[in-house]
């Protein structure tokens, strides 16, 4: 059974940075693509940034330059660093994983960016 457990998450000043970290279980992680999302109140989810298996990487135009998905296949663990965070960022985080045809999501984590 696949379980993704986000942490990192928090308030924090514009300008500032958070590193939001993603631990998955149940899979073999390094064969699978990994992505994060978000959700701001009122608005649909979108795709943050996503990385392949093979550690190929896209971004949303939002967050170019700015934020950094990294995975490390040794401690199953998919990272998104974001730097000068902006009000618009406020939103929940949700990791994602995909293997074979199923998406797995974790339950999200609050980001608060504070103008």
């Known amino acids: 059974q696949v379980q993704l457990v986000e942490s990192g998450g928090g308030l924090v000043a514009a300008g500032g940075s958070l590193r939001l970290s993603c631990a998955a279980s149940?899979?073999?992680?390094?064969?699978?693509?990994m992505g994060w999302f978000r959700q701001a109140p009122g608005k649909q989810r979108e795709l943050v940034a996503g990385i392949t298996s093979g550690g190929s990487t896209t971004y949303a135009e939002a967050v170019k330059g700015r934020f950094t998905i990294s995975r490390d296949n040794a401690k199953n663990t998919v990272y998104l660093q974001m730097n000068s965070l902006k009000s618009e960022d406020t939103a929940v985080y949700y990791c994602?994983?995909?293997?074979?045809?199923?998406?797995?999501w974790g339950q999200g984590t609050q980001v608060t960016v504070s103008s």
């Open positions: 994602t994983l995909s293997e074979y045809s199923n998406i797995y």
């Open positions: 149940g899979t073999s992680f390094r064969f699978n693509p």
